[in-house]
């Protein structure tokens, strides 16, 4: 029987390649039912010989309760997006100063997920998604029903690579249909759908979404003999995958405006949306010495498409009060869609971005994505005026609490001064859960919203109280089970977080997430920076008068919160930074002895912190390297007789890239 399941198993395989890769069928679709079928029964009457990997994964069926994280081999970065010929000619005549004759490789920016997938012997074992780029979300059961991304290749290797998860345009209007007859929100466009249906936990969910994908790139292809990223993109179409053919590898600064030009005119009549142009340096030797920075590499940029220009009408202008009291005109807009997804609402700035443009009520005016994602008025069509328009004035009170507004000298902003202002509050509440604060998952500001009116969250301890609430919540509209233990797990979770995220968190005026940082890294826990004084604070560089004024009358005013903070158990200490990843370092435990030749204790110590690994005094069986150097300790010996790994001087340089 094993070997009937392995013949259909083959079977299917390569009629899936041939069927949804190379777009040729081989069998026909009754064919395929039948083969499908007959596998399914096989493999319920004799689960032991069912392969996680079987044709049958296709149609889904596995459910998850919760997102495994997976640690990504390197980091998943993205790229510095261009919008112009100029920078077209910048990024080329950087890397023609290093190479005379280099070659690039123009390829389609796929607007969708992107994804890592891990192959062992052949077979896929995992899919991720990119998360923050060091750490993403384990997809595996959704990655499996794409139709296109092959469970088991044509040779069995060892291989990662990544590529975009995408849903085509015609899947995503079928989908809307659907939707729309049943009642659902519609989807927004295709990254948005393809997004979040990779992100369903019953991938039964994800199979009836008929995602697609295509790859893009290796990560290591030195491991395959391959000299450019061309032949990268060659060699990972022969083992199965789907590799668009639409890219040119070409020479010249020309030839990549001509590519721009022509994929331009084809973008409406593709298939499946594209926002750009990824144009990468073929030669592989050339991108390992062009490097990364820190968020991109230094050898591929990411050309935008000019973003769509759009009209509507401006019916009416309502302010909003953020959590510093800022007052902001928000253009109510009538719904149009702008780069495939609705627009009703758009951020007027400020009073004087309406009198220079000159808005007013009624007008037809143009919008755009500022970004890409934000969406912007840029001006009225006067043209189109009626006379009927309503001239714009400026509230002089708070929309939301009455209180009469002010202006800080030197600022176009009016503020509403109440402190005690519900809208200040709930923004509050909402920067503190924020991703770049303390990240509580499953926290929208709508929720927290809802939260604060039905009075189970006025302040920020409220968060770690809401445990006690947990049947009350149960009962709230839109809450089950699930969700509110996912939210309370959320919030546990978040006690762990580094000093700076706190710091950002509680909104203390003027501490953006870089100023947060600088604080938790200089003061290394609360307890110091509380009783820090002006003249110690503005010592920092980038810390000038007004900030250290305002950090020092926070910490004045707030003693009893911070108290009530630690007492409820968070975290108040700096544990280092989360951002980078580095294969001999992050999560491994180091101990140092002896001196390297230009480098100190303390820049050794600092580089492996930054990469999430620690560093400790003494050397034990949970010690995972010791680093030696000239004149060791008694560390050494001790790390030979408990069989350790070593890293020596060459070694330590050589990770640190020195
Ligand atoms: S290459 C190290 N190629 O665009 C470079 N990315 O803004 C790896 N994307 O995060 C990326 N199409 O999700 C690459 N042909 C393409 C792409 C592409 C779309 C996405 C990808 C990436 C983002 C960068």
Request: charged share 30%; aromatic share 8%; hydrophobic share 35%.
């Amino acid at each position: 029987m094993k070997e009937k399941i392995e013949e259909l198993t083959r079977i299917l395989e390569e009629a899936n390649y041939n069927y949804y890769v190379l777009d040729n069928p081989t069998i026909t679709d009754q064919e395929y039912d039948n083969y499908m079928r007959e596998l399914i029964e096989l493999e319920e009457k004799y689960p032991e010989y069912k392969k996680s990997t079987s044709p049958t994964m296709h149609v889904g069926g596995e459910v998850i309760d919760k997102f495994k994280k997976i640690n990504h081999l390197k980091p998943m970065l993205s790229l510095p997006d261009v919008f112009n010929e100029e920078e077209i000619a910048d990024f080329v005549d950087k890397i023609q100063e290093l190479h005379i004759s280099p070659s690039y490789v123009c390829e389609q920016k796929f607007d969708g997920l992107s994804v890592s997938l891990i192959y062992k012997n052949g077979y896929l074992v995992s899919g991720a998604t990119r998360g923050d780029g060091v750490v993403g979300e384990d997809i595996t059961h959704n990655v499996k029903t794409i139709k296109t991304i092959p469970l088991h290749l044509k040779k069995d290797i060892d291989i990662e690579v990544r590529g975009e998860i995408i849903m085509s345009k015609d899947t995503l209007n079928k989908l809307n249909e659907k939707r729309s007859k049943e009642g659902l929100p519609l989807l927004q466009n295709c990254r948005n759908a393809a997004a979040g249906s990779a992100r369903q936990l019953d991938s039964k969910i994800a199979a009836e979404r008929n995602l697609d994908n295509f790859i893009y790139h290796l990560p290591n292809p030195e491991d395959y003999g391959l000299k450019t990223h061309y032949e990268a993109l060659e060699f990972m179409r022969s083992l199965g995958f789907k590799v668009s053919t639409n890219c040119a590898l070409v020479k010249t600064k020309q030839e990549i405006l001509d590519y721009i030009e022509t994929l331009a005119k084809q973008r409406p009549d593709l298939p499946y949306d594209i926002d750009g142009v990824v144009i990468k340096v073929n030669e592989l030797d050339l991108q390992e010495q062009l490097g990364f920075t820190s968020k991109y590499p230094k050898w591929a940029i990411a050309y935008k498409f000019p973003s769509e220009e759009v009209y509507t009408k401006l019916t009416d202008i309502i302010f909003t009060v953020g959590r510093t009291g800022q007052i902001t005109p928000n253009a109510v807009l009538e719904p149009v869609i702008v780069m495939g997804s609705k627009v009703k609402r758009a951020t007027l700035h400020n009073e004087d971005y309406i009198r220079t443009l000159d808005l007013r009520i009624g007008d037809t005016v143009a919008i755009h994505k500022a970004g890409d994602v934000i969406p912007e008025v840029i001006r009225p069509l006067e043209e189109r005026r009626t006379g009927l328009e309503k001239d714009f004035s400026m509230i002089d009170t708070c929309p939301i609490c009455g209180t009469k507004l002010i202006q800080k000298e030197g600022l176009i902003d009016y503020f509403c001064p109440n402190e005690h202002c519900a809208a200040r509050k709930v923004n509050s509440l909402i920067h503190f859960a924020s991703r770049g604060a303390m990240n509580i998952d499953g926290l929208g500001d709508e929720i927290i919203e809802n939260l604060y009116n039905e009075k189970f969250l006025q302040t920020i301890p409220d968060f770690y109280k809401l445990y006690l609430y947990k049947e009350d919540l149960k009962e709230l509209e839109g809450f089950g089970e699930k969700s509110v233990s996912h939210i309370l797990d959320s919030i546990e979770a978040s006690k762990q977080n580094s000093l700076e995220k706190l710091l950002f968190g509680l909104g203390i005026p003027g501490i953006g997430a870089k100023n947060a940082k600088l604080l938790a890294k200089e003061y290394g826990n609360i307890d110091k920076l509380k009783y820090a004084s002006v003249e110690e604070l503005t010592s920092i560089k980038d810390i000038g008068d007004i900030l250290a004024k305002n950090i020092v009358d926070y910490f004045h005013n707030n003693k009893e919160l911070i108290e009530t903070l630690k007492s409820i158990g968070l975290n108040t200490e700096y544990i280092g930074e989360k951002t980078s990843f580095n294969e001999y370092i992050t999560g491994k435990k180091f101990v140092i002895t002896g001196t390297i030749e230009g480098l100190s204790r303390d820049e050794i110590k600092e580089f492996i912190e930054k990469n999430n690994g620690t560093v400790s005094e003494s050397v034990s069986k949970n010690t995972d390297i010791v680093i030696v150097g000239e004149k060791p300790g008694s560390k050494y010996q001790k790390a030979l007789d408990l069989n350790i790994m070593i890293y020596d001087e060459q070694k330590i340089k050589e990770v640190m890239n020195m």
